[in-house]
């Protein structure tokens, strides 16, 4: 009786899975509520990443001393900014505010423009 039951299960499980197609390999595009979540996750914990990334590109098109005069207060004020941000996404992620999940802050993520 345990056998047929569990032949009886493979078979359905195997018709099952051979059903299943995937629609396409390209990842998905636009913005909808989980990309909103996520993004907001990303800012509250990596925000803290604008500080070198504002850093490198002050001393990369202004030279060394705006790295730290001009860099490191940009990185600081973003990065502050990335976790209103961050908080305010995760807290609205089911609403479409700004409309069409758009991220309110650019980049989208945090690391997007980031030039070790």
Known sequence: ????????????????ASLAQAGTDDPPTGHNPLRKLGRGFANVLFGFIEIPNQYTKAV????????????VPKGFVRWIG???????EIITFPAPVPPGYKPVMRPEFPNEDYEP
């Open 1 to 16: 009786m345990k056998a047929k039951l569990l032949g009886i299960l493979l078979l359905a499980f195997a018709l099952v």
């Open 60 to 71: 990369s098109e202004h030279g060394g001393a705006s790295g730290i005069t001009y860099g």
């Open 82 to 88: 990335r976790e209103f941000v961050g908080v305010f």
